[in-house]
């Protein structure tokens, strides 16, 4: 029967989402080997291919676990997350949009409920458990947690239930201010603030491993531009329709900069990627990596000269492993909530496209020295933050 119980979105392809349950298991079997401990999400699934650990569905996991076990919410965008989203991200491409188009547009309620039964859990939200699925004597962390999606709970009929599931946790920590702020609103007055437990990845992952599981395309990647590259990742959803665009201010930034651009996929479409490529100027020196591999990602970061993209985590991973960093687009307001609570005030965030090639000569610009005291001052606190909630481990 397991202790621990290490709950989230990790049935999902999503780099974020990933790393989540790989860290945080890493962290506790280092801080208390004696524990017992199981990784769950919704659903069963298996993504070691991309380098994460297999889940057992929640159900299963609190069936299996001690009635005293602890279930910590291990990071991601988890409070206030509903039912119709979270299930819909495990649903093959070619479904998704019948499920969102019309069961949950004409038939919300109807389909929540199914999804409930298929999950077996009775929660108003899927991450955020009543005593009913927890059981009387568990104790339940939130370990720096996103609490964007409360910003957008404002009926009284589910505001009153998640104040209630929050104010009953035992530890509730939040990756940033708007977090903070947002459970304030619901009648929660003291959540804690922590780096996002991403953040010391690279104290819990040797540069030695990194390379041991990076595959050869990676490793070829890194030695062919061994002078430095650049780093640029966007999601389909912020690129299409803007692929000439984006390929003329990258041609833009690696000529001002002389450097090539590696192109990576965080997740699992690469189509917008491809076609960016295809409209670079002929001289400019690129290449890619569409994969999704956690491992292959996090060192092509590591290596870079810099890194620009729309992913909350590929910015953490360049935190962690002090590369200087752009956060794309002024619409993403988590990238930027988390860079003004953690990142250096100069740090570019927000940027549109015509502003790439200066925001990315202000973040190489930065002092190594002041890049390596950002990711220690972080990795300290967010070890701090662990040794609070594991105060509530039994």
Known sequence: MHDIILYG???RHNYGDLLFPLIMERVIKHQFPEKSLVVASLINRDLSEYGAPKTVSIKEALKNSKPNATVILAGGDVVAC???SA???LLPSLIFPLYERIACYYFSKITEQLVKRI???TSIFPFNLNRNDLGAARNIIYNSVDATGVSSVTNQNEILPLSKVINEANFVSVRDIFSQTQLARIGFSSPQLAPDSATVMSAYISVNELEQKSSWPTKNIIESYIEGYIVFQISQAHIHGKEAAFAMALTKVSRAC????????IGNTSVGVNKVTAMLADDIVYDTYLDGNIFDIMSIIRNASCYCGTSLHGLITAMSFCVPRVALL???IKQINYMQTWDLPHMPKGIKLEELTSAVEVAMATPNRD???L???LTNAYMANFKRLSENFK
Do not use: M, N, T
Not at 258 to 264: D, R
């Open 371 to 373: 890049l390596q005291a």
């Open 375 to 377: 990711g220690k001052k």
């Open 258 to 265: 002389k450097l090539p651009i590696v192109f990576i996929v």
């Open 87 to 89: 299930y819909g991200y």
């Open 330 to 332: 002024p619409e993403l």
């Open 82 to 84: 509903d039912w119709q």
């Open 9 to 11: 979105a990790f049935d």
């Open 119 to 121: 999950v077996g859990l």
